[in-house]
């Protein structure tokens, strides 16, 4: 089983920065994937970025404003967030991937105000 627990959201005037931080904890061993959703209101949740063995990818509306990171012991991953826009605005989720499973940690709510 892992483990996942998202930190770091909040409020933000626009064109503002944040943090996120996303810490694994179990059997954290073999994790193949690691991404960055997020779901706002009233739509689907989508995908924002992700680390594979193929390296890192970006949605389009993020590209040149998030950056994706991962620590050195590959417990913890970020997401820094440059530049938010109020269609940022969103509860976020990490997710990883091991032996084709998914594990989701609970979300973290980015309100972006103009």
């Known amino acids: 089983q892992v483990q996942l627990v998202e930190s770091g959201g909040g409020l933000v005037q626009a064109g503002g920065s944040l943090r996120l931080s996303c810490a694994a904890s179990?059997?954290?061993?073999?994790?193949?994937?690691v991404g960055w959703y997020r779901q706002a209101p009233d739509k689907q949740r989508e995908f924002v970025a992700s680390?594979?063995?193929?390296?890192?990818q970006y949605t389009e509306s993020v590209k040149g404003r998030f950056t994706m990171s991962a620590d050195s012991a590959g417990d913890t991953v970020y997401l820094q967030m440059n530049s938010l826009t109020p269609e940022d605005t969103a509860v976020y989720y990490c997710?990883?991937?091991?032996?084709?499973?998914?594990?989701w940690g609970q979300g973290t709510q980015v309100t972006v105000s103009s």
């Open positions: 997710k990883m991937e091991k032996n084709g499973r998914e594990y």
């Open positions: 179990g059997s954290i061993t073999g994790i193949s994937a």
């Open positions: 680390i594979t063995g193929a390296g890192t």
